[in-house]
C-alpha cells in the first residue's frame, strides 16, 4: 500500500464537494445521520444519573473523534511529511479529517444496550434454527454471531440506503476486514490475527467491503472469502477508540464514586510520565492537581492523560508503519505504548470495579431479554403464514399491522427480510426498546391523546 493512494479520496456517490473536502462531507454526512442522533440515548456503560453526567454513545463517539484527529495530524506531519516533503502540509489536514470522520461512526452499529444487545441478537437466533432454514452457513453466522461493526458499515456504506461515505472513510472504519465465515486462510496463522478475531461485513455488503480495501490494495489474507489486512489508519481510529474508552470510563467511574482515584493514581502518572512530547514531559513533572474535588482532579488527570496517549500512540504508528503498509502488523497501537502497563491496570480496575457494578449488570441483564423479546414478536409476525389460525397467529397479525414493512413480498428474500427485522432492532434506542417492548409486551398501553 502506498500514502498517497491511502489519502486519495475516493468518493462512492461520484459528486463532487464545493468548499470543504471530501472526509469534511463524511463528516457532516455522519453528524446529520439519524443512527447518530440516536447514539444520545444509546448506553456507553453507566446508566445515567439523576445528578451526574456520564457519557453515553454520542459524547463517546464526538470524544473519539477529537483524539482521532489530533492522532491522524500528528501522525500526518511526522509520518507522511517525512516520506513526501511536498505533501506533507496536506497529509496533515487531510489525515485528520479522514480518522475524525471514521471515529464519529465507528459506533453506529451499537444495538441498544451495547455488547449485550449484540449477545441477545446472536443468542435469538441460535435458538431459532427455523429462521435460518436454507441459509449458507455464512448467512448463518450473520445472524447467530451478530457484529455491530458489520452493523455500522452496513450503515455508512451504499446498502440499505446507507450514508454512501469515501471509501477512504469506510475502509478506516473496519475494524475486522473480513466476512462472518473465512475458512481458506492464506497462512493458518492469518486466522489468529487480531484484525480477523471478529468481522466487519455481513453477506449483504461482503462485495462492498471487498472493493472498499482493494481498491488501497490491501492484502487479501483467504484464498476464497473475503478477508484482508487492514487499511493503515484503521489503526488510528481503534487507538483513538482505545484510549477514550479506557480514560473516560475511568474519569465517569471516579465521578460517581465507584472508583476512588487514589487507587488510579499512580497508574494516570505513569501514563502522563511517558509522554514522548518534549512539552508535554514538562508539564508531566509538574506536582499532582490538588483540587479538593476528586472529580475535578479526575478531569485534569484525564486531559493529560489523555494527551500522553495520543503522543504515545502516533509514536507507535511510526515505529510500525512499514509492516503496517505491506499489511504484516496484527497488533494494537495501545498495546505497544510504553504505558501499556498502567493503561493495562486502568483496564483491570474499570472491568472489576466498573463493569461489575451491579447497575451496570442489571441493564445489560435486562437489555438481553428486550432485544430478545422484541426479535421473538417481530420475526414472528413477518413469517407467520397469513392465514393461519390460533392465539399466536392473531398476535403475529396485530403486530405486522403495527409494522407494514414486515410484510413479505414475493421479491423479498428470507434474508433481506432478516436483515430488516434486524436493522429495526439494531438501531433502536434503548429507551425506544423499552418503550416498544412495554406496549408490544401489554405491560403498557399508548397515549391515545
Known amino acids: 500500500m502506498e500514502w498517497t493512494s491511502l489519502l486519495e479520496p475516493r468518493p462512492t456517490d461520484g459528486r463532487a464537494t464545493v468548499g470543504r473536502s471530501e472526509f469534511e462531507r463524511d463528516q457532516d454526512r455522519v453528524i446529520f445521520s439519524s443512527p447518530f442522533r440516536r447514539l444520545d440515548d444509546k448506553t456507553q456503560v453507566l446508566p445515567m444519573p439523576e445528578r451526574y453526567f456520564v457519557h453515553n454513545r454520542m459524547t463517546h463517539s464526538i470524544e473519539t473523534a477529537s483524539v482521532g484527529r489530533s492522532l491522524g495530524s500528528i501522525v500526518g506531519a511526522r509520518v507522511l511529511a517525512a516520506a513526501d516533503p511536498d505533501w506533507g502540509p496536506a497529509a496533515t489536514h487531510e489525515l485528520g479529517d479522514l480518522v475524525q470522520a471514521a471515529c464519529l461512526a465507528h459506533d453506529l452499529g451499537n444495538p441498544p444496550f451495547g ?57 478506516a472504519f473496519t475494524k475486522y476486514p473480513r ?55 484503521a489503526y488510528l481510529v481503534e487507538a483513538a477508540d482505545d484510549i477514550c474508552y479506557l480514560v473516560i470510563d475511568l474519569e465517569d467511574a471516579v465521578r460517581l464514586g ?64 512499514k509492516a503496517i503498509l505491506k499489511g504484516s502488523y496484527s ?11 498502567a493503561l493495562g491496570e486502568i483496564e483491570r480496575i474499570t472491568r472489576d470495579k466498573l463493569y461489575r457494578y451491579r447497575p451496570v449488570l442489571e441493564i445489560e441483564a435486562a ?77 403498557e398501553l399508548p397515549r391515545v391523546y
Not at 138 to 163: K, V
Open 331 to 341: 497488533g494494537g497501537l495501545t498495546g505497544e505504548i510504553p504505558g501499556a502497563a
Open 115 to 171: 455488547h449485550s444487545g449484540e449477545d441477545a441478537i446472536s443468542a435469538f437466533f441460535e435458538s431459532r434454527p427455523d429462521l435460518l432454514e436454507g441459509f449458507s452457513a455464512a448467512e448463518r453466522a450473520d445472524f447467530t454471531r451478530f457484529e455491530g461493526n458489520a452493523q455500522g458499515f452496513r450503515l455508512i456504506s451504499s446498502a440499505a440506503g446507507g450514508l454512501s461515505l469515501t471509501r477512504n472513510t469506510m475502509a
Open 367 to 443: 437489555g438481553f431479554e428486550i432485544v430478545g423479546g422484541l426479535l421473538g414478536l417481530l420475526c414472528e409476525a413477518a413469517f407467520a403464514p397469513p392465514r393461519s389460525t390460533g392465539a399466536a397467529a392473531a398476535r403475529a397479525r396485530m403486530v405486522r399491522d403495527l409494522f407494514p414493512a414486515l410484510s413479505r413480498g414475493e421479491e423479498v428474500s428470507r434474508y433481506a427480510l432478516l436483515r430488516k427485522v434486524v436493522d429495526y432492532v439494531a438501531g433502536m434506542t434503548d429507551s425506544f426498546a423499552i418503550s416498544e417492548y412495554r406496549r408490544l409486551k401489554g405491560f
Open 258 to 321: 465507584i472508583v476512588r482515584l487514589s487507587e488510579v493514581e499512580d497508574a494516570l502518572d505513569a501514563i502522563i510520565a511517558c509522554n514522548p512530547d518534549e512539552e508535554s514531559r514538562v508539564q508531566a513533572a509538574q506536582p499532582r492537581p490538588r483540587a479538593a474535588d476528586e472529580a475535578e482532579r479526575m478531569s485534569h488527570y484525564r486531559a493529560r492523560a489523555i494527551n500522553s496517549l495520543i503522543f504515545q500512540a502516533a509514536a507507535a504508528f511510526e515505529r510500525r508503519m
Open 179 to 233: 466476512e462472518s465465515l473465512v475458512e481458506d486462510f492464506v497462512e493458518p496463522a492469518h486466522a489468529a490475527r487480531r484484525d480477523q478475531k471478529k468481522y466487519g461485513a455481513f453477506q449483504g455488503e461482503r462485495g462492498i467491503l471487498e472493493d472498499c480495501l482493494a481498491a488501497f490494495g490491501a492484502p487479501r489474507l483467504a484464498r476464497s472469502g473475503i478477508a484482508f489486512a487492514r487499511y493503515p489508519f
